[in-house]
């Protein structure tokens, strides 16, 4: 039997055929139950496994339809927030192996790796608990056609329709159409420095404006000549370190390492873990056009932020970031609100931790990279599944575990865990999830962090072993084989 979650998640799967339909629905529920192993291995059988492999070989079975019906139920719970976040981002999927060529795999730096690219649009709400995946686009690069083999002129030439930047203008709006299925929701799209475009600014600017906006700047770029400015301050960054600070903040910084040791830009230098005293500062700016050489672009005025760490630790570079938005920055509150919204974009960067380390699917083996597609469409479920278990937790602890659990899941568990009876009422999210975690190798501590997504996806492939077992042998079970 498909698990709950999976049957209500797929309520709207229509995939042109009705055993197709309960085909998605069975597969989904077995690779949910055991993200990490391999498809035989969650399957159960040659049988299952066939039908897993034809459901990814069916071309009625395209990654995009795949993920409509889990879009379709993103919707529901999107409707039951005043704010959501709307965050993008690209990663790739490398299937560069050795001993085996994937049919259709593009190049992804030059010809040294081959995969796929995928890009998401995923919601979350402002405390960082996914909703799911709402949009989404995968492809993968024809050989020998790489932006990054042409000079600075010839990408200036083409028009952003034929690049794959053109990717955030269509997710944003893509974005402004999920804006008329929430009309009660705040919608904010959020980026990365990846998206700072000047038509994905633009595009965001235009009137009427269903959705809000936060990218993070990459370059600063030229303001319009206006009067009141000095020399000094033609440009963003300038400009802004001449406002006034509006207040100072303390944020988390995660350290990082140098991916290329003669890395000379600052943004990717390396640096260590620490908590970090900003200064901020906010303006309203009018920015000059860049040109084209297929259109003259519109000028656009934007609310920019300015977080710049002080007193950063000797021989480490400074945390900065300039952030563009929509939102108003008027009153210190508003632009406090600015910063927690773009430090919820690093959950994204933790959504495709589980999908790759996870469920594993770069490692999944397939001989074309359209199957493998399809099989990442189903994945994106699983790992969305995985990292709002683990989040719910932390923002609703005392909810009843059983709007999560199944009864069979929270009662192995709790006996295995406790080794105690079975409490009269069931124990609440937090308490659950923790268990769940301990199975995953989380060592409880009174004054420690909560656990991470990494143990509890481990520990929720435990949890549904125990499950079955005491579904089959537990106390009330109907269905105990005989001895004979």
Known sequence: MPASWVVHE?????LNDRRLNARLVEVLSQLADQPAASIPTACG????????????????????????????ATRRRIAAHPVILL?????EVDVTRPEQQVVGAGPLDGQARHGALLHVMHAFAPDGTPLGTISGVAWARADGIHCASLTRSE??????????SHRWVEMLRCAAQEAQHAPSAQLICVADSESDIYEVLAEGSAEPRPVDWIVRACQNRALQSQKGLENSEKHIREHLLNQPVLFTHCIHVRGRKAKIACETRGRRQPRQSREAKVAVRAARVALRPPWRGDRRLPEVSINVVLVREIDPPANDEPVEWILLT?????????????IQYYC????????????KSGCRVEERRFEHIDRLLSCVAVYLIVAWRTLYVCRLGRANPSLNCEAVFDPAEWKSVWTVIRRAELPTQPPTLDVMIRMVAQLGGYVPRKRGHPPGPQTVWIGLQRTHDFALCWRTFGPGSTDQPKLV
Not at 58 to 65: D, G, H, P, R, Y
Request: glycine share 2%.
């Open 155 to 164: 990408r200036a030439s083409m028009p952003i329709e034929d690049k794959e």
């Open 87 to 91: 965050v993008q981002d690209t990663t």
């Open 326 to 338: 929509s939102l108003p920055v008027d009153r210190a509150d508003a632009v406090r609100r600015i």
């Open 45 to 72: 059988g040659h049988a299952e496994m066939t039908a897993a492999y034809r459901l990814f070989d069916n071309e009625k079975a395209t990654f995009e339809q795949i993920l409509r019906a889990h879009s379709d």
């Open 344 to 355: 919820a974009r690093w959950m994204i960067e933790l959504f495709f931790r589980v999908l």
């Open 10 to 14: 797929m309520e709207t799967v229509h």
